[in-house]
């Protein structure tokens, strides 16, 4: 694996980079300017496939970003706020020439993804953007335990969290690499989800929900979110290569941020905590 600018353009290369690593609220200001207050959103390049997983406040800068035509596919985890506040100030959602597909499932109670996504971008919640959007959106739902192709050659497998509300965690597998996103995931106490380490088992990246520290989780038992310990030991568990702390609580500013990504470093090796603006690179064995 290696860091930096990628050749994204590379047909056998993944690229990923961070746009939004907060979780729950977006949390801007001068504590939190080295990590950044932006909520979930990664842009993630699969040669010239672009895909988006989640579209928190960190969307509206990948959306600046990106010019011309734009042919993407969101992947969801979830629709909690955090994860869907980015979508209406995503530029290209007002382009014609934008196509996308927004993917995601597994809610509780059950029902279909457009008309969770649809409900935040209504009144009297937004504008009624049905109208203002000019983008082609092709809304798919996704079974929890699915895997399905968006591309020839790029495969995305579902597993179901545990999450109120549900949520779903994604893997995905391009030219011989592989990534686990599992973000809003209740996976703090004891050992890791056997099911849920023989999805991610393997996976060249796992970047994980990372919320809490165990000596925090204690008075957050239910609210859906793992410990950065328990990352390490879902890491582990799963025999996964790099980890990456991800879903930063609105509480850790940048210095209690640095103290979790020194201790998680320390126990785990190469452990690196998100930020905005980290890029990464994975390239198929
Ligand atoms: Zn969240
Ligand atoms: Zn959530």
Redesign the pocket.
Same mark, same amino acid.
């Given at each position: 694996m290696a860091r930096g600018n990628a050749a994204w353009f590379d047909a056998m290369t993944m690229s990923l980079c961070f746009w939004g690593v907060r979780g729950?609220l977006p949390t801007p200001g001068p504590a939190t300017l080295r990590y950044g207050g932006n909520t979930p959103c990664i842009s993630l390049r699969c040669g010239p496939h672009l895909l988006i997983l989640d579209a928190g406040s960190g969307l509206r800068t990948l959306g600046d970003t990106l010019t011309g035509s734009i042919s993407a596919d969101l992947l969801l985890s979830?629709v *909690?706020i955090? *994860?869907i506040c980015g979508l209406p100030f995503f530029r290209p959602m007002f382009d014609p020439a934008t196509r996308l597909r927004i993917w995601g499932g597994g809610l509780t109670p059950l029902e279909p993804i457009a008309t969770a996504v649809g409900r935040s971008l209504r009144a009297p919640l937004m504008p009624n953007l049905d109208a203002a959007f000019r983008a082609t959106i092709d809304y798919r739902d996704v079974a929890p335990g699915e895997t399905f192709m968006p591309h020839s050659g790029l495969t995305v497998a579902s597993f179901a969290v545990d *999450?109120? #509300?549900g949520?779903l965690a994604y893997r995905i597998a391009w030219g011989g690499a592989s990534l686990s996103y599992v973000t809003?995931a209740e996976n703090a106490a004891g050992p890791p989800d056997a099911a849920l380490a023989a999805f991610v088992a393997g996976a060249d990246l796992l970047i994980c929900d990372a919320s809490y520290s165990d000596a925090e989780y204690p008075d957050r038992v239910g609210w #859906?979110h793992s410990t950065w310990e328990g990352a390490i030991r879902l890491a582990n568990a799963a025999g996964a290569g790099t980890l990456v702390l991800f879903h930063h609580d609105f509480a850790h500013d940048d210095d209690t941020m640095d103290s979790i990504a020194a201790a998680a470093a320390t126990r785990r090796p190469g452990t690196l905590a998100a930020r905005e603006g980290l890029e990464i690179t994975l390239s198929g064995r």
């Open positions: 729950s979830h *909690h955090d *994860h *999450h109120p #509300g949520a809003d #859906g």
